[in-house]
Each structure stands twice: as C-alpha cells, then as structure tokens.
C-alpha cells in the first residue's frame, strides 16, 4: 500500500499517482500489508509506512484503489 501525505492508501498501479512520485517524504508505503488492513483501514485503526516516509498512516482508501478490491 501506498500512503500520501493525506493519509489515504492507495494500491499500486492507481491511477490518481505517478509512479515517478513515489518517493519520500512525500509517501511512505507497506510492501506486505497484514491480510486484511486494507478494510481495516480508519482514522481508529491506522496503518503506518514501514518504507519511504515512516511518519506517514494511512487512515482512509482511495475510493478508486477501494472499488477494485
């Protein structure tokens, strides 16, 4: 998962990212989610980067990336 400064997760291949922009500090991302955090995903139940910007947490999807799955 990809996470933007906005705190919302994107799944890779979105197409609201260029590939080119993936890159600290504007994102941070999760190369192996835990089964289930993308749902899991809420401003109470957060997931943070362990790659790129650490300090970034995903609290919400991008309805795009959320109708794919």
């Avoid at 922009?21 to 980067?49: C, E, F, K, M, N």
């Avoid at 362990?50 to 947490?57: I, K, L, M, P």
Wanted: glycine share 8%; with cysteine; proline share 12%.
């Amino acid at each position: 998962m990809i996470i933007h400064t906005s705190g919302k997760a994107h799944l890779p291949g979105c197409t609201h990212i260029d590939p080119a922009d993936i890159q600290p500090p504007r994102y941070g991302w999760v190369l192996a989610p835990s089964p289930g955090a993308w749902r899991r995903l809420t401003p109470s139940s957060p997931l943070r980067a362990t790659q790129g910007n650490t300090e970034r947490a995903a609290v919400s999807r991008c309805e795009s990336c959320d109708a794919t799955q």
